[in-house]
């Protein structure tokens, strides 16, 4: 490193190193990571690259450079991830939610009214990022977002206070919807799907960092949906809708899961790479 490491210095240097390892976007991620030690948006460092660090910045700067290079994601790093317009606060509990899941957020907002005043109920709720991006954009929408993971709870309903959803969201630990006695007119999951044979394969900011129970649906990716559709079938109120996530080549299978569970298809929503992302069902 150089004698007198200025921001400038700091974002090539970290470059180099990211793009030497491989990294996709290693100049995106040297920018975060220097903005994130001297607290800076990322597009203010060009105009301050001659500043230098403190010896302080210097010591967080290496310390975020040395986790990334051994691939904890920059939004681990940084400890939040952005979703919907809001920033959600990350922990070794939660997936880090990925931009795809916003299509399973579009999809439910499609069904706005003035006068509708839904119950939402999100059932692996990790960070709690699908219910609340949704009840932003809904303001008469209130819920419950359910995880097996306490630790996902916990950080749910720290970003539900934080992001200011405290009084329209509660979450609590629970296996599906199992143990759920209220109807609800809008059920959504973003269940673990990634076949357990898949995973070893994945890049290593997934198997390193996002937590096995957010990621694994047994060993066909399915074991979830098995488990999530029939603890749903009598939780939908009588015009009800059921939004699943789903991974890449799953619409088959878990549409015949649906239907097997007393669904009938309604819709399917696709990403922004035109796949099919999310299965929209009614009761049958
Ligand atoms: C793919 S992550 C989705 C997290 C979040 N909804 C999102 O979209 O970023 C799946 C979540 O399901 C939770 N989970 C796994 N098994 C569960 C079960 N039996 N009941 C409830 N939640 C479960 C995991 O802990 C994890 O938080």
């Given at each position: 490193m150089t004698e007198k490491w200025t921001i400038g210095s700091a974002v090539s240097e970290l470059t180099a190193a990211f793009d030497a390892m491989g990294l996709d976007t290693p100049r995106l991620d040297a920018r975060i990571l220097v903005g994130h030690a001297v607290k800076l948006e990322p597009s203010l460092l060009f105009a301050r690259a001659d500043r230098v660090f403190t010896d302080e910045e210097s010591l967080l700067i290496r310390s975020f450079a040395a986790r990334r290079q051994k691939h904890e994601p920059v939004s681990r790093i940084i400890g939040s991830r952005g979703f919907w317009g809001m920033d959600f606060v990350l922990t070794p509990?939660?997936?880090?939610?990925?931009?795809?899941?916003e299509t399973l957020v579009a999809a439910v907002l499609d069904?706005?009214?003035?006068s509708a005043t839904p119950r939402i109920l999100d059932l692996g709720?990790?960070?709690?990022c699908i219910l609340l991006a949704i009840l932003k954009d809904w303001p008469q929408a209130t819920g419950i977002g359910i995880d097996i993971n306490p630790g996902a709870v916990k950080a749910a309903a720290d970003n539900a206070a934080r992001l200011g959803f405290a009084a329209r969201a509660v979450f609590q630990k629970g296996s599906?919807?199992?143990?759920?006695g209220e109807t609800f007119d809008i059920i959504v999951s973003n269940p673990p799907y990634i076949a357990a044979t898949e995973?070893?394969?994945?890049a290593p900011e997934v198997t390193r960092f996002d937590p096995k129970l957010a990621l694994v649906g047994g060993t066909d990716g399915l074991a979830a949906y098995r488990a999530l559709i029939p603890s749903v079938r009598r939780r939908l109120a009588p015009k009800g809708r059921l939004f699943l996530e789903i991974g890449a080549r799953q619409a088959e299978p878990v549409a015949g899961l649906l239907t097997a569970g007393g669904f009938r298809l309604r819709g399917q929503h696709r990403d922004l790479n035109g796949v099919v992302r999310c299965l929209e069902a009614i009761s049958a």
């Open positions: 509990d939660t997936l880090d939610p990925r931009a795809d899941t069904l706005r009214t003035a709720t990790g960070t709690g599906w919807a199992d143990g759920i995973l070893p394969g994945l």
